[in-house]
């Protein structure tokens, strides 16, 4: 397996332009989660899936950011417009959740930056 | 919900010394604990874990010790190296529930040769 892929590794974009972070997670995984790590604030969960559909989105900052999980291979971040603040590297992570089996793959991540 | 505390933030050994990094966790529920190593610009790695029936788990010079009674759980590292400077994330997951693990806040481990 190829682990959790994640698309682009770098992106440079402008201030109130829309970006589009992607994700394929690991075969079989039933749960995804986006992430997103600065120094400040650590690794900040932003949403997770279940199955495809959105479980917990409360630590999504604001209605600029949002994710959607159209089947169960393809996942999306997008914020719209961005802003500097949003620069941040953000990870993407798939798990295989049962009640004898737990695994949790991080992707290489996105790294946003914003100007 | 589950509230994972990380200490220390910042751990600056000598080559060969032991490193420890501690964490503790508030819910009873939890009974999964990995242990993440993020290398600078790389993605947090899974390298070791330990399951709430298991007192004690060792991997070469890597050990992650648990105590559910005081809900806390260590990472030791013996023999370090240059190789092991990396930040080191803990985590706590119920996995009888949500799945969706709790992250300390890191320690930047540094090893100085």
């Known amino acids: 397996d190829a682990g959790v892929i994640q698309s682009p590794r770098h992106e440079v974009t402008e201030m109130g332009q829309e970006v589009t972070l992607r994700c394929k997670p690991i075969s079989g995984h039933n749960s995804l989660f986006w992430y997103r790590q600065t120094m400040m604030r650590g690794l900040e969960l932003l949403i997770y899936?279940?199955?495809?559909?959105?479980?917990?989105d409360s630590g999504m900052p604001e209605d600029r950011f949002s994710a959607k999980m159209p089947n169960a291979s393809f996942s999306t971040l997008k914020i719209q417009p961005s802003e500097p603040r949003d620069s941040a590297v953000y990870f993407c992570?798939?798990?295989?959740?049962?009640?004898?089996?737990?695994?949790?793959?991080f992707g290489s991540g996105t790294r946003l930056t914003v100007v | 919900g589950e509230n994972v505390e990380q200490h220390p933030s910042t751990l600056s050994v000598q080559e060969g010394d032991s490193a420890v990094i501690k964490c503790t966790y508030s819910?009873?529920?939890?009974?999964?604990f990995p242990w993440y190593k993020q290398e600078l610009g790389k993605r947090p790695q899974l390298i070791i874990d330990i399951r709430s029936n298991v007192g004690e788990k060792k991997d070469q010079r890597i050990a992650v010790t648990l105590n559910k009674t005081a809900k806390h759980f260590s990472l030791h590292i013996t023999e370090t190296q240059p190789e092991d400077s990396a930040v080191y994330f803990c985590a706590a997951i119920a996995s009888g529930g949500s799945y969706i693990p709790t992250f300390g806040r890191g320690t930047s481990l540094i090893v100085h040769p």
């Open positions: 899936f279940n199955n495809n559909v959105p479980i917990d």
């Open positions: 992570a798939s798990s295989l959740s049962t009640g004898t089996e737990y695994g949790y793959t």
């Open positions: 819910d009873s529920a939890s009974n999964y």
